[in-house]
């Protein structure tokens, strides 16, 4: 019988001729408190991810407990994704706009990186459906803490 990982694996980042590379990947707050889907979190996350420059981020999706997003490296070789992603916690905790009692992140998180252009759109409009899954709200744009900081086209 398999046992369920208790940590995700990280694969490296694969390089195949001149394809994109776009990771997607989920974050989650510790202890899984609902503190991601308000104005001044989602405030504080864009500019953290603006000032942490090795990745570009593409389209996300907060949740009350979790986030997801898309992401590729700003340079060949991509620098390693676990210091990026460890950087932008990092300063939007320190910059979080509410008191907490507790760490904001979990330690780890989940990447997947996109092998095809229609995986890559078919994980988007899966994640898009995200609040409306979870009954958050009943269309998705109503949901107001999604959205894209820079444009992750495909290229084949």
């Known amino acids: 019988m398999l046992r369920p990982r208790k940590h995700p ?14 990771l997607h990947i989920t974050v989650c707050a510790k202890f899984r408190f609902h503190i991601l889907d308000n104005d001044p979190a989602h405030n ?13 981020v593409g389209q996300y999706v907060l ?6 997003l898309f992401c590729s490296p700003n340079s060949y070789p991509a620098p390693p994704l ?13 910059n979080w706009p509410l008191k907490l009692n507790h760490k904001l992140w979990l ?5 997947t990186q996109m092998r ?10 899966y994640i898009l459906l995200n609040p409306v899954r979870a009954g958050l709200v009943d269309d998705t744009t109503k949901w ?4 894209i ?8």
């Open 9 to 22: 694996t990280h694969q490296p980042i694969r390089y195949r001729n001149n394809r994109s590379i776009i």
């Open 44 to 56: 504080c996350l864009i500019e953290s991810w603006k000032v942490a420059t090795s990745y570009r």
């Open 63 to 68: 949740m009350p407990d979790h986030l997801h």
């Open 82 to 94: 676990s210091k990026w992603i460890s950087f932008w916690k990092s300063i939007s905790a320190s």
């Open 107 to 111: 330690r780890d998180y989940w990447d």
């Open 116 to 125: 095809s252009r229609e995986q890559y759109r078919d994980k988007w409009s």
């Open 144 to 147: 107001k803490y999604k959205g």
């Open 149 to 156: 900081i820079e444009c992750l086209e495909w290229h084949d």
